[in-house]
């Protein structure tokens, strides 16, 4: 039996979708530090694998994007210790001007994230399936007018609505977080 397939209860579904919901903040991290493609995946998956075997160690509750991120700074420094000997490197002083970026960043996006969750579970129901039809792969307007019994133009008009619903939303709430 493979590691990763032994039942462990540190590993339920919550952690899970925590680390789903990370892999993108995560990968712009490595890859904004690491300057090789591939290199930079094999962190990402050296940071999830550690993530992984160390999931009891997270506390519930806790901001995990920063717990992960942090983990994901030190998997990078692990990747700069075994690259000391290539030739063309960041000096350590701009790998950490990058994360530190980063990081700023991030919470921004965590911030833009949280804003839309918010604004979004505001929808109607209607308008939570509109969009979620709209942004499915290969989705067209006239394919959603056709699903829901609506013209393409109505669709196009709920959508464009919702959109300006969304962003006055997510605006009016990041204001309220010092950020407009």
């Not at 129901?125 to 829901?148: C, F, H, M, S, W």
């Not at 006055?168 to 407009?180: A, I, N, P």
Request: aromatic letters at 8%; a positive charge.
């Amino acid at each position: 039996m493979h590691p990763l397939d032994t039942p462990d209860p540190g590993h339920d579904d919550r952690f899970v979708a925590l680390l789903i919901g990370v892999q993108k903040q995560l990968a712009r991290y490595v890859r904004a530090l690491v300057p090789n493609g591939s290199d930079a995946e094999e962190v990402l998956q050296e940071t999830n694998l550690f993530l992984w075997h160390h999931a009891a160690e997270y506390e519930p509750g806790t901001n995990f994007a920063a717990w992960a991120s942090t983990i994901a700074h030190y998997q990078v420094l692990s990747y700069r210790k075994r690259q000391a000997r290539a030739r063309r490197r960041f000096s350590d002083v701009l790998v950490e001007e990058l994360a530190a970026t980063v990081v700023r960043n991030a919470d921004w996006q965590n911030d833009d994230l949280e804003a839309f969750q918010r604004c979004f579970a505001k929808l109607s129901e209607q308008d939570r399936v509109l969009v979620g039809l709209r942004y499915e792969p290969g989705a067209t307007v006239e394919n959603i007018a056709k699903t829901v019994g609506r013209s393409s133009a109505a669709v196009y008009k709920a959508l464009g609505r919702i959109r300006t619903w969304l962003l006055e939303c997510m605006r009016r709430g990041l204001s309220e977080k010092g950020r407009s």
